[in-house]
T-cell receptor, first 113, second 115 residues
Framework: AQSVTQLGSHVSVSEGALVLLRCNYS??????LFWYVQYPNQGLQLLLK??????LVKGINGFEAEFKKSETSFHLTKPSAHMSDAAEYFC???????????FGSGTKLNVKP | DAGITQSPRHKVTETGTPVTLRCHQT?????MYWYRQDPGHGLRLIHY???????DKGEVSDGYSVSRSKTEDFLLTLESATSSQTSVYFC??????????????FGPGTRLTVL
């Protein structure tokens, strides 16, 4: 089965700084990889999805993620953080062998003024 | 917006009582899921359904049961609630009718407290 590792349960950046949230998956190339965002007291919202069409995926709110097969990674980036980006971010992969989704444990992003 | 609602949104109950949470969707999605979210654990799958009366267990199914008698409703029951089941519960649907691997969309969640 897949496992998803998000390095850093808490990340703090200054407003205007680069955001980098890390995600690694464990095994064979998944059919899909996802990043979701969760604002306080809300459900998860899809930020972006990788489907093998392109290794660099652009999402909403200026976020993008790059799929790197050699590194089994799918890191999320944003060039310039905004206060409204403060939220928890989850990486997820789907596993063809088990027909299931697997979520990372989440990274809380804090944006300092 | 996948048209997913959850009820109740908040519930406080006592240990040993049964509790049923409801997930309702309006767009005829085939695959539905129940997750629980706890700090440090991300989302963990409790049960899922791939059609009316077709359900299967997830990774943390002990103490939970589900039913799906209609396409639009997926019920999660805690047969005898325990304090370890205090959590936030999310329902989700799969965007694709044919594959459970595609994007999942989530409901707003139910915050359950078991005293």
């Amino acid at each position: 089965a897949q496992s998803v590792t998000q390095l850093g349960s808490h990340v703090s950046v200054s407003e205007g700084a680069l955001v980098l949230l890390r995600c690694n998956y464990s095994s064979s190339v998944p059919p899909y990889l996802f990043w979701y965002v969760q604002y306080p007291n809300q459900g998860l919202q899809l930020l972006l999805k990788y489907t093998s069409a392109a290794t660099l995926v652009k999402g909403i709110n200026g976020f993008e993620a790059e799929f790197k097969k050699s590194e089994t990674s799918f890191h999320l980036t944003k060039p310039s953080a905004h206060m409204s980006d403060a939220a928890e971010y989850f990486c997820a992969v789907s596993d063809r062998n088990f027909n299931k989704f697997y979520f990372g444990s989440g990274t809380k992003l804090n944006v300092k003024p | 917006d996948a048209g997913i609602t959850q009820s109740p949104r908040h519930k406080v109950t006592e240990t040993g009582t049964p509790v049923t949470l409801r997930c309702h969707q309006t767009e005829n999605h085939r695959y539905m899921y129940w997750y629980r979210q706890d700090p440090g654990h991300g989302l963990r799958l409790i049960h899922y359904s791939y059609g009316v009366k077709d359900t299967d267990k997830g990774e943390v199914s002990d103490g939970y049961s589900v039913s799906r008698s209609k396409t639009e409703d997926f019920l999660l029951t805690l047969e005898s609630a325990t304090s370890s089941q205090t959590s936030v519960y999310f329902c989700a649907i799969s965007e694709s009718r044919d594959s459970p691997l595609d994007t999942q969309y989530f409901g707003p969640g139910t915050r359950l407290t078991v005293l």
